[in-house]
């Protein structure tokens, strides 16, 4: 069974940046990723990254403010996230599977077929 570990949350006021890791207990699968949910909306995937090719997905919400990078050694997952707007704060998950395809992974809808999970991790983005 595979085991996610985030870390890197916290509190940042606008403008402000943070990185989160995600680090597996064994190899996750060929995708890695995470998603994030807010009070009282759906969990939706803002970042993933397909092992095969690096081939990455963004939600627009985040185009151009956050990066996600694997180190593939440590089966370890980062997001880089800049630019932080109270609209980013919400529970981040980290997420990982497979064998998944590349359309899947970073097609934007992986989110039902996560197979792993991490605790979360609070991000919260003052004014």
Known sequence: QVQLVESGGGSVQAGGSLRLSCAASTYPGNCMGWLR????????????????DGSTYYQDSVKGRFTISQDNAKNTVYLEMNSLKPEDTAMYYC???????????????????????????????SS
């Not at 759906?42 to 970042?47: M, Q």
């Not at 792993?116 to 919260?124: A, D, E, K, L, N």
């Open 95 to 125: 997420a990982a599977d497979g064998p998944l395809s590349s359309d899947l992974c970073v097609g934007g809808t992986w989110y039902p077929f996560v197979g792993y999970w991490g605790q979360g991790i609070q991000v919260t983005v």
């Open 37 to 52: 949910q807010a009070s009282g909306k759906e969990r939706k995937v803002i970042a993933s990254f397909y092992r095969g």
